[in-house]
């Protein structure tokens, strides 16, 4: 774009204002609002496009995804629930794609597996995908991700033994015997048997990235946040998004928090540290992961799981150890984002935020807590006295939302989950988000879920915690921004911010629930660039002088 005007329709420039008449747009920024006239009046001989019934947002944001882990996934087999009924059904599939001859590097990756989905209820073993072979290195990942089972001969090639010490931030499974049964427990130990993998091409990675970019512009998201950078490829990944924005193939923005156990690598090759920025790619900090996942009994909790009274799940650092993590990366200039699912995990991390910044640290540092899923009203209130943010699982609620209530935690504390309404009255900055590929990357389907709470069995989980549509768009878009210091930028329309939006089939705030879980996508457009869609799907024409 040039100089243009947006007109017509309904043009929201912020989740808590009303709509205006006219957006003026030059040099990729916003550089008037108003009436048509107004705006007219500043851009005489600007490109007009009437948007006819349709509705501007400001560009959504994805505030914690996996994107190169999401586009990889493509190439592996499938073992999600429905499709997969056994861990039989998963052994036959994973023996046909062996039949195929499709394994890429020499392996066999599959992923998505849901023990709880299952009918043996539980994790396959090493002896089920021995079944498939013994010879060819075979690795499946559970769909939270926190968990891998992996066949003899990929436990052999990741140097892990019966008698092998459990890493940090994780476990290796043994039974009753001491063997190994081929489930690695947590991020330390699926790190150890991934980094064995033969690493994918530097075109496999660019097209994965750009499968998730895809993804994210069809969708309305301008920004989106890749939380836990090496997680599948290790530094690989990192190099991938320095090599797309310096070639100015990002046409999404990406901000990026890299796996902390690859923090030194990159300090040692930019001891300036955090931010750094390559085009439209940022990265603004370090991920650790303080618990594991509610669905798989691993996530830190102050009370027993209501299906296995004698575990409260695991916390992987100690207060001390987190204190020491935070610190290091504040010192750089960078951001902690750490993953925290149980109340229990959730208070620690926070304890360490506030320990951190009464200690000397960075007063507006921002350090995130990552998924926030079983907070109390105390905890938010401690996390904004500490001066942190969070980005919220909302998905949790229509994917996971029956089995934690029916099985996992009891309605009690199950209807408290997400707590998206406390966050909101006690002034908590917080962006909400898929964690894609755990669940499909579509933030209009999670403002949906956030303002509905609405179950995939059909239920309305917690219904204290509903949130308005404004408040969930602020939370998608403004407070999205606010996460990444980007607020004076982006996350909302008014004059001198970045020219991001969606264009939207409907106004989502006229939408009953219904529709509101049915909104299409015509236009996403960052730094006025159109990335989705373009002005001829639009009633398009030039303005005569």
């Avoid at 043009?11 to 048509?36: D, K, N």
Wanted: with cysteine.
């Amino acid at each position: 774009m040039n100089e243009l005007i947006l007109t017509g329709g309904t043009i929201r420039t912020m989740a808590h204002s009303a709509p205006v008449e006219a957006l003026g747009i030059a040099q990729g920024r916003i550089i008037a609002l108003g009436t048509f006239q107004e705006v007219l009046m500043g851009l005489p001989e600007a490109d007009v496009i009437n948007i006819g019934e349709r509705t501007i947002v400001p560009g959504l944001v994805e505030s914690h995804v996996h994107p190169i882990f999401f586009g990889l996934t493509k190439n592996w087999v499938d073992c999600r629930s429905p499709l997969n009924k056994s861990i039989g059904e998963i052994v036959d599939r994973l023996r046909e794609r062996l039949k195929n001859g499709d394994t890429p590097n020499g392996w066999v990756r599959g992923w998505g597996y849901d023990d709880t989905l299952l009918h043996e209820n539980r994790h396959p073993t090493r002896d089920e995908l021995d079944q498939v072979s013994v010879d060819i290195p075979i690795v499946i990942s559970h769909i939270s991700g926190h968990f891998l089972v992996a066949n003899t001969k990929a436990l052999e090639l990741a140097g892990v033994e019966d008698g092998s010490p459990d890493p940090d931030e994780g476990r290796f499974i043994k039974d009753a015997r001491g063997r190994l049964t081929g489930l690695m427990w947590e991020i330390g130990a699926v790190s150890r048997v991934l980094d064995c993998i033969p690493q994918p091409s530097e075109k496999e990675l660019s097209d994965a990235a750009h499968v998730a970019l895809t993804t994210a512009a069809r969708r309305g998201m301008t920004t989106i946040h890749d939380l836990g950078i090496g997680l599948v490829a290790g530094y690989a990944e990192l190099e991938t998004w320095e090599r797309l924005g310096s070639t100015g193939g990002l046409p999404v923005r990406v901000e990026g928090y890299l796996r902390g156990d690859l923090i030194d690598q990159f300090i040692a090759l930019h001891p300036e540290g955090f931010p750094y920025t390559v085009g439209n790619f940022t990265l603004r900090g370090v991920k650790y992961w303080s618990d594991g996942s509610i669905q798989g009994l691993s996530a830190a909790l102050s009370q027993p799981y209501s299906c296995a009274k004698e575990s409260c799940g695991d916390l992987l650092f100690s207060l001390e150890d987190l204190v020491a993590l935070i610190s290091k990366v504040d010192k750089l200039g960078g951001q902690c984002a750490v993953h925290a699912n149980g109340d229990l995990a959730i208070r620690t991390v926070i304890a360490a935020i506030k320990a951190v910044r009464e200690s000397g640290g960075r007063e507006d540092s921002r350090h995130r807590v990552e998924h926030l899923q079983m907070a109390s009203e105390k905890d938010i209130n401690a996390l904004v006295d500490a001066g942190g943010v969070a980005s919220v699982f909302a998905n949790h609620i229509y994917y996971w939302g029956d089995r934690h209530r029916d099985v996992f935690l009891g309605k009690e504390r199950a209807n408290r989950m997400e707590p998206l309404g406390e966050a909101v009255h006690a002034g908590l900055h917080f962006g909400l988000h898929s964690d894609c590929p755990i669940t499909p990357m579509d933030s209009l389907r999670t403002l949906w879920t956030a303002v509905s709470r609405r179950t995939s069995g059909g239920e309305v989980l917690g219904e204290a915690q509903k949130l308005t549509v404004a408040q969930a768009l602020h939370s998608l878009t403004a407070d999205s921004a606010w996460l990444v210091h980007e607020e004076g930028q982006r996350g909302t329309l008014e004059i001198g911010m970045f020219a991001d939006f969606a264009i939207l089939d409907r106004d989502i705030f006229q939408a009953s629930e219904q529709e509101l879980a049915e909104v299409g996508v015509l236009a996403t457009v960052v730094a006025a660039e159109w990335v989705f869609g373009n002005s001829m799907t639009l009633d398009h024409k030039r303005l005569k002088s």
